[in-house]
């Protein structure tokens, strides 16, 4: 494999593992009644991050509570609410 070829097999590695998510939002705290600043609803029960680009690091929710925006790889094997649901778990790819 020649390094246009890694790097298209990458990208496209990269998009199926971003299209596995249902954009639930759980992982960004919709469950628990006060997620994330930057969720933001874009149709019944589907949510976006407004600064996905620059997600990481110190956020806050909309009650003004700091959190810390990690990869999703981060937190799958802690307790949060909705992690059943999360299709990183269902289909157990973590990569
Ligand atoms: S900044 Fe992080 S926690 Fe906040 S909505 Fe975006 S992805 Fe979710
Ligand atoms: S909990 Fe999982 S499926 Fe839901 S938005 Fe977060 S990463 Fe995507």
Redesign the pocket.
């Given at each position: 494999m020649d390094d246009l070829d890694y790097i298209k097999y990458k990208d496209k590695k990269i998009l199926e593992h971003e299209n596995l998510c249902k954009r639930c939002g759980a992982?960004?705290?919709v469950q628990d009644k006060d997620?994330?600043e930057?969720?933001k609803a874009f149709e019944s029960n589907k949510y976006f991050?407004d600064?996905?680009e620059n997600?990481f690091g110190l956020?806050k929710t909309v009650s003004g509570q700091e959190?810390t925006?990690v990869p999703i790889r981060n937190i799958l094997h802690k307790t949060w609410w909705g992690r059943s649901a999360c299709s990183y778990i269902k289909y157990g790819d973590i990569s």
């Open positions: 992982c960004c705290g997620p994330c930057h969720l991050c600064i996905y997600r956020r959190i925006c």
